[in-house]
């Protein structure tokens, strides 16, 4: 059942169309990456699926009753709160009863708000997402972050809002360059968070590997057209080129057609019957066929160098001798 449905979607700045009539689903429990060439607007259209910019046409439609999480490339924080303070702001119930099972532990000389505060943390069985809250905090190191949010910086920022995000645990989270800021430390706990998770997850980045470890669909957008592949990125690439090998040789195929025909629009009479205007009106078509150029270039995702961290050459218990000097 769709989660998530794009139906006939549109959107253009003044004269440059970003992308027209784009369908697609998205299913429970999918994780998919969407993936296309650069200027067609793919942060664009994740702004306009979490309802921040208007399409010019078709609409987006979330299942009844479910919940959507957005990280954005750029986030802004009311001034004087640290991350933790950040993800405790919600109105779980849960999360209410950690906030308040943390602050009763940090104030000894009022025990008698503990009890109470023990006790709901047992009856809504808040434990599992307090050390989920920790755990986040620590593989994004945000746990040690003594600035308040005024003063963070743009790494800061952007895990902090990917914490909130994955602690507030929605049906779908829509994430826009996740991997951005992060070290390789970082991005491969994503990972693995990620991929244990049952979440339905709908991305674009630019990190290869990253896309080829968590995302188990594409979402193709390439000259106008919405093409889907049941596979990783590594599969997506393979089965893209044996789309454009397919549409050269129909393109070569047409051309070699249209020097036939060409030739048969030269000798022909000016004055012709219906069959021949037929085969005049198939001759453009073909023409049309037979110009077609295939950008492929521009779709390829680059090895983010990010992924490297900050080390180019890491040696692990390397020995080498010559005779008796080790």
């Not at 306009?48 to 802004?76: M, N, W, Y």
């Not at 990190?207 to 057209?225: A, H, M, Q």
């Not at 001759?283 to 992924?307: G, T």
Request: hydrophobic letters at 35%; glycine letters at 6%.
């Amino acid at each position: 059942m769709n989660f998530l449905s794009i139906e006939g979607l549109t959107k253009s700045f003044g004269i440059k169309s970003l992308f027209n009539d784009v369908t697609f689903g998205i299913d429970q429990g999918q994780k998919v990456a969407f993936v296309a060439k650069n200027g067609t607007g793919k942060s664009t259209l994740l702004r306009c699926i979490c309802g921040l910019e208007t399409p010019d046409s078709g609409r987006i439609v979330f299942r009844k009753d479910i919940s959507f999480g957005f990280l954005e490339q750029a986030h802004q924080f009311e001034p004087g709160l640290k991350p933790l303070d950040v993800i405790l702001a919600s109105e779980s119930p849960t999360i209410k009863a950690i906030k308040n099972y943390q602050a009763a532990t940090e104030n000894e000389a009022n025990n008698s708000q503990f009890q109470p505060a023990f006790d709901e943390m047992n009856r809504l069985n808040a434990w599992e997402k307090e050390v989920k809250i920790n755990e986040v905090l620590s593989k994004l190191k945000l746990d040690t972050i003594s600035v308040t949010t005024e003063f963070f910086s743009g790494g800061q920022t952007k895990r902090t809002a990917l914490a909130k995000i994955l602690i507030d645990e929605p049906d779908v989270l829509i994430l826009d360059e996740p991997t951005n800021h992060l070290d390789l430390d970082m991005i491969e706990w994503l990972e693995d968070f990620l991929g244990r998770s049952q979440i339905t997850l709908f991305m674009v980045t630019h990190d290869r590997y990253f896309l080829d470890n968590v995302c188990s669909e594409i979402v193709e957008l390439d000259d106008g057209k919405i093409f889907k592949y049941k596979g990783n990125y590594s599969y997506f690439l393979q089965k893209r080129e044996e789309r454009y090998q397919i549409r050269e040789a129909n393109i070569s195929k047409a051309k070699n057609l249209l020097r036939t025909e060409l030739d048969w629009m030269r000798k022909q009479p000016k004055a012709r019957g219906t069959k021949s205007k037929s085969r005049v009106d198939d001759f453009y078509d073909l023409k049309d066929k037979a110009s077609v150029k295939i950008d492929k270039s521009s779709i390829e995702l680059k090895i983010n160098i990010q992924r490297l961290g900050t080390k180019i050459l890491e040696f692990h218990k390397v020995s080498k001798a010559y005779g008796d000097l080790i």
